[in-house]
């Protein structure tokens, strides 16, 4: 019984830290993120033909709109070839563009302390900005541990 109280409030710790992280991270970089992610997927509903990077980008636009406390898996049933194919042009037309500003918006983040959380973040958007199709955004409690707790 007094594990079970310890791993309740080890979750209410960990629910409020990321709140407060996402807070943070709103204020300082995440909404300016989010919105140029929403402006792309709307350039690419309107031009019809990359309306799945358009879908892509308004559900990586919500991923960098509160990004603590969720994590990126790939899809259990594959993306298939189409999403390759997808992603081979996404990576040559905007997804290396994209990483690398990731990479540089990052840096000045590590500069401080409290920066630093938010620095990390920035650099776990880079795999869903560079191959956005195939991915989805789930929980992080959500994932199962690759390896086995005794």
Known sequence: MAASGRRGQNEAMKSTLSAILNVIWLVFGGLWLALGYFAAGIVCCILIITIPFGIAS???????LWPFGRTI?????????GATLGNVI???????????????????????IIGIPLGIANLKLIPVSL???????VPSDAVLPTYRRY
């Open 131 to 137: 191959v956005p199709l195939g991915k989805e955004i």
């Open 58 to 64: 308004f559900r990586i636009g919500l991923y960098a």
């Open 90 to 112: 996404w990576v040559l037309v905007a997804g290396i563009w994209i990483a690398i500003g990731h990479v540089l918006t990052a840096i000045p983040m590590f500069l401080s």
């Open 73 to 81: 898996v790939e899809r259990p049933r594959g993306g298939g070839v």
